[in-house]
């Protein structure tokens, strides 16, 4: 499969625990987007890489989290001190830019629940 | 504030009849314009995207979007539904000079055979 990959696909955490996601992008994808959708939105986005360096971040973002994308390939999404209100699907996005413009490719999305 | 409004939760339809999901936006700027599927346990998935030119963009699935300025709409249509196009529909805004989209709630659409 070639498709932008998430693990784990759920996760379940009690509330101030650390919890980490991994994404794994399409190989050839420069850019990567952590978005996060809670039921009934839409997906907001919360970062974005391209190549290793962060160039956006939401204020949704808080200093709990960090998102990491060490060698341009991979990347982390670390939430310190989960709460309640962080427990949302968490989806990953690689895209790459030709003529035609950018198209994201998302993966199936890491499940947070914070109990 | 830039913003993507899809005023309808949930559209019917008959399957064999035409269906249209609505999309309004507002920006400032030139937006890129988006529709996406998802469909239950699986990622988002591309339908088409209006960035220039023809204001009737195709897509994926026999789907197509119109693109009005006037109106800032972009609603997706499709003149004949199928059962499996059953799924829930999201419109996305991108500004032209930023890597992020901005996504509506989401409209479910239900094709009754």
């Known amino acids: 499969d070639t498709g932008v990959s998430q693990n784990p696909r759920h996760k379940i955490t009690k509330r101030g625990q650390n919890v980490t996601f991994r994404c794994d992008p399409i190989s050839e994808h420069n850019r990567l987007y952590w978005y996060r959708q809670t039921l009934g939105q839409g997906p907001e986005f919360l970062t974005y890489?391209?190549?290793?360096?962060?160039?956006?971040k939401s204020r949704l973002l808080s200093d709990r989290f960090s998102a990491e994308r060490p060698k341009g390939s991979f990347s982390t999404l670390e939430i310190q001190r989960t709460e309640q209100g962080d427990s949302a699907m968490y989806l990953c996005?690689?895209?790459?830019?030709?003529?035609?413009?950018?198209?994201?490719?998302f993966g199936s999305g890491t499940q947070l629940s914070v109990l | 504030a830039q913003s993507v409004a899809q005023p309808e939760d949930q559209v019917n339809v008959a399957e064999g009849n035409p269906l249209t999901v609505k999309c309004t936006y507002s920006?400032?700027?030139?937006?890129?314009l988006f529709w996406y599927v998802q469909y239950p346990n699986r990622g988002l998935q591309f339908l088409l995207k209006y960035i220039t030119g023809d204001n009737l963009v195709k897509g994926s699935y026999g789907f197509e979007a119109e693109f009005n300025k006037s109106q800032t709409s972009f609603h997706l249509k499709k003149p004949s539904a199928l059962v499996s196009d059953s799924a829930l529909y999201f419109c996305?805004?991108?500004?032209?000079?930023?890597?992020?989209?901005?996504f509506g709630q989401g409209t479910t659409l239900q094709v009754k055979p």
């Open positions: 996305a805004v991108r500004l032209s000079n930023t890597g992020k989209l901005i």
């Open positions: 890489f391209q190549n290793e360096a962060q160039l956006e």
């Open positions: 920006v400032s700027g030139n937006p890129y």
């Open positions: 996005a690689s895209s790459s830019l030709d003529r035609n413009g950018e198209k994201l490719f």
